[in-house]
């Protein structure tokens, strides 16, 4: 997926999840898309110079920052600053979540094993356009009173 329906999907989590917060919002949008660091062309990625470079060379794509001990890392940090635990959780796993049913996750990363749920052999393409054409459709029909900052 990319960057934009990363941020879609997290932070329509989040807000479904009773997020409301700015600044809680603003960890989410972080976290949805934190993932992608290890693409030079990501949006996160794209702000952030050498180490999207570094990542990619060294690990791959969708390995090290794509994996259950990053983001158990990452989240750890966060403990100095407890209020953004869960806002990191719902934006990292909405990630992952995400390019599981559109690719392949070495999830398990050293383990090199990646895991990707196919649906129906639909191209991934397809299946982030349908994601986001779903999402404006919910959105119309009443998802928007999910969305509001307090
Ligand atoms: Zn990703």
Redesign the pocket.
């Known amino acids: 997926m990319n960057g934009a329906s990363h941020l879609v999907g997290g932070v329509t989590a989040a807000m479904v999840l009773g997020i409301h917060s700015p600044a809680q919002l603003a960890v989410v949008a972080v976290s949805s898309l934190l ?2 660091i290890d693409r030079q062309n990501s949006l996160l990625g794209r702000c952030i110079p050498v180490l999207p470079s570094v990542l990619e060379a060294t690990f791959g794509k ?1 390995t090290l920052t ?1 994996s259950i001990i990053f983001g158990l890392c990452v989240w750890l940090l966060l403990s100095i600053h407890s209020s953004w635990q869960w806002p990191f959780l719902i934006g990292y796993v909405s ?1 992952l979540l995400l ?1 599981v049913i559109t690719g392949r996750v070495a999830l398990l990363w050293p383990i090199p094993w990646k895991f990707g749920i196919p649906l129906f052999g639909i191209p991934p393409v397809f299946v982030e356009t349908a994601a986001m054409a779903a999402w404006g459709a919910w959105m119309v029909l009443g998802g928007y009173s999910y969305f509001y900052i307090t």
Do not use: S
């Open positions: 993932p992608d969708r794509h990630h390019d």
